[in-house]
Nanobody, 124 residues
Framework: QVQLVESGGGLVQAGDSLRLSCAASGRTFRNYAMAWFRQAPGKEREFVAR????????YYTDSVKGRFTISRDNAKNTGNLQMTGLKPEDTAVYYCAVSNTVGIQTDTAQYDYWGQGTQVTVSS
């Protein structure tokens, strides 16, 4: 198993920045692709960004391109999501997840382990 713990969420104003972190333990983190998802109240969980095992090939949903940056440090077993230019519509619980499926994985069903989530609230 892989245990994931997110941190870094909070209440910010529109235009501000936040950096989310995901700390992994258990099985070898570098063996898994990593992603961030988010879930707003009353909505389904949606894909935000994904990065490969090596840290290459970041992939983003259109609504965050140019504003969010996903990264990882396999030596430290951590992943990050740098969020800039935050908008009220970015308000959600943000989850990190890992997958051993090859390719661009944007479906929640493709992910094997999940964190408990961290709340991000952006006020207008």
């Amino acid at each position: 198993q892989v245990q994931l713990v997110e941190s870094g969420g909070g209440l910010v104003q529109a235009g501000d920045s936040l950096r989310l972190s995901c700390a992994a333990s258990g099985r070898t983190f570098r063996n898994y692709a990593m992603a961030w998802f988010r879930q707003a109240p009353g909505k389904e969980r949606e894909f935000v960004a994904r990065i490969s095992r090596s840290g290459a090939n970041p992939y983003y949903t259109d609504s965050v391109k140019g504003r969010f940056t996903i990264s990882r440090d396999n030596a430290k077993n951590t992943g990050n999501l740098q969020m800039t230019g935050l908008k009220p519509e970015d308000t959600a619980v943000y989850y990190c997840a890992v997958s051993n499926t090859v390719g661009i994985q944007t479906d929640t069903a493709q992910y094997d382990y999940w964190g408990q989530g961290t709340q991000v609230t952006v006020s207008s």
